[in-house]
């Protein structure tokens, strides 16, 4: 309980102090304090915590605002306490976000939310699972939305608005091993925000639809991975290369279809103790380190940077994971023999340059995490067309095609 208070304390300071220093450059911002609680995976139980935060609405200082509808950037700070993970409690947390307004009016506001950060673990670890990594990753989405008390700007009340919404938290540990401490949280949240300079009424314009152009986008990526903290060899290569073709559906949202060529050194066949779950794979054989899939991607799109989820399905796969293993232990998670998951974001340097960065897993075991670059023609669609698609020949010289 006196951890709880110190972290309430903290928050407060922290938006105070930003509180200041924003009023001092009249900037408009808002100010949000909420509780929230709901559902840990893996056996976690309940959770429960507080969040505050500092939001800056984007009212129209570049073109970009009005084309994606006056998105929000917002600074959480909060915490947690979960019902059976005591060997990390409390989580402290921090993060930015983005809140884009599916629904903006002066009254009431449907922003759908994303972020990603970092989070501490005040306890790190128990006698069973031994001494986790201190700092984690922490991504979260979901839907909030705003009803102002006041009906109208200039009226004080409508400085005032209640934010509820519910969103998924995913955590996941520093280390790059299997057997890091990864959950879900599926949370509910409510709370108040206040404006406390203007509110002005942003909307001057129509938003500026996107071209609906079919994007090609291609990557290559990599990193390092372990099957347990105590595996004898310390960390093996993992990389991937991606392909695929974008359509916008909205001006922040497009849908993808592609396939990745999968590159993962850690099914090497060598039988060691730690490897129970893959013990299974008797000869060394290079082709077991490689694996292909085809992939559907719901992108999320703010100007440069794109945020998506892929699910993808195996198409080129020589590991199945059976049943039980040979120690005759239950496998669970027998997707991971037919498809993955993707958590995917990219950052636009150039119009055609990209950097990437990607968890991929199946369900809620995370696999490994990849960084690298990319190339994409955003316009892709518009240099396809078939030229001879609308040729008539009929009575026509074949010699002299026209194109109407």
């Not at 304390?9 to 304090?33: G, P």
């Not at 990390?88 to 449907?110: G, N, R, S």
């Amino acid at each position: 309980m006196v951890k709880i208070r110190i972290l309430v304390i903290v928050s407060i300071l922290f938006n105070l102090a930003s509180f200041e220093s924003y009023a001092q450059k009249n900037m408009i911002f808002k100010f949000k304090a909420e509780v929230f609680g709901g559902k840990v995976s893996s056996g976690g139980g309940v959770d429960a915590g507080i969040e505050t935060a500092l939001e800056l609405p984007l009212f129209g200082d570049h073109n970009w605002e009005y084309t994606y509808n006056f998105p929000t950037l917002g600074f959480a700070l909060g915490g947690f306490k979960t019902q059976n993970f005591n060997c990390v409690d409390p989580v402290i947390y921090t993060y930015p976000y983005l809140l884009y307004p599916i629904i903006h009016k002066p009254a009431f506001q449907m922003n759908l939310k994303t972020g990603l950060g970092v989070a501490t673990y005040v306890r790190q670890g128990d006698s069973i699972e031994g001494k986790v990594f201190p700092v984690t990753g922490i991504w979260t989405c979901g839907l909030y939305f705003d009803i102002a008390l006041g009906k109208r700007y200039g009226n004080p009340l409508s400085q005032w608005s209640v934010s509820f919404g519910g969103n998924l938290t995913a955590l996941h540990n520093g280390n790059v091993t299997r057997k890091s401490k990864n959950f879900l949280m599926a949370n509910a949240s409510l709370g108040l925000k206040y404006t406390p300079n203007v509110s002005p009424l942003p909307i001057k314009n129509r938003p500026k639809p996107v071209r609906r152009v079919l994007a090609m986008e291609g990557s290559l990526q990599g990193g390092v991975n372990q099957l347990e903290r105590n595996d004898g060899k310390f960390y093996y290569p993992n990389a991937s290369l991606s392909y695929g073709f974008y359509l916008p559906i909205t001006n922040a949202w497009r849908l993808g279809l592609g396939g990745d060529a999968m590159y993962n050194t850690v099914y090497d066949g060598t039988q060691r103790t730690e490897n129970v779950r893959y013990n299974f794979i008797k000869e060394n054989d290079p082709l077991n380190m490689f694996r292909a899939g085809a992939f559907f991607a719901c992108d999320f799109t703010i100007d440069r940077l794109v945020a998506g989820v892929h699910v993808g399905l195996y198409v080129f796969d020589r590991i199945k994971v059976p049943e039980y293993n040979e120690k005759g232990t239950e496998n669970s998670n027998l997707s991971e023999n037919f498809m993955y998951q993707k958590l995917v974001m990219k950052y636009r340097i150039t119009k055609n340059f990209f950097t990437i960065l990607q968890l991929k897993t199946h369900l809620e075991q995370v696999e490994c995490a990849e960084m690298g670059f990319g190339f994409a023609i955003p316009d892709f669609g518009s240099r396809v067309k078939n030229p001879f698609a609308r040729i008539s020949l009929k009575r026509e010289n074949w010699k002299e095609l026209k194109i109407d």
